[in-house]
């Protein structure tokens, strides 16, 4: 009973994030940067994941492997976005 309300709060939590965002990014009349992206997506898999582990259709071994590479793809590459930047 208690797997069940935590899938339906991941659910809730990642429609909120993905609203939220694009929600404020349209009330600052912006676009939507790669940045905003990978927020986005890390917003709708994580929960996506974590909904999957529960259900048992993915393997511990399987959930590190993705969540590995999705911490890979957020964090940013060496020198690629502080180029020319000062740190």
């Known amino acids: 009973m208690h797997k069940a309300w935590i ?3 991941a659910l809730i939590l990642a429609v909120l994030c993905a609203m939220g965002v694009l929600l404020n990014k349209q ?3 912006k676009g939507i940067g ?3 992206l990978q927020g986005l997506i890390v917003s709708i898999v994580g ?3 974590l909904i999957l582990g529960l259900e048992k259709v993915l393997t511990a071994e399987t959930i590190a492997a993705l969540v590995g590479a999705m911490i890979g ?3 940013p590459k060496p020198g690629k976005e ?3 930047k000062e740190v």
């Open 73 to 75: 793809y957020v964090m």
């Open 27 to 29: 009330a600052r009349e």
């Open 34 to 36: 790669p940045r905003t």
């Open 47 to 49: 929960p996506v994941i």
């Open 82 to 84: 502080s180029a020319g």
């Open 7 to 9: 899938e339906i709060a």
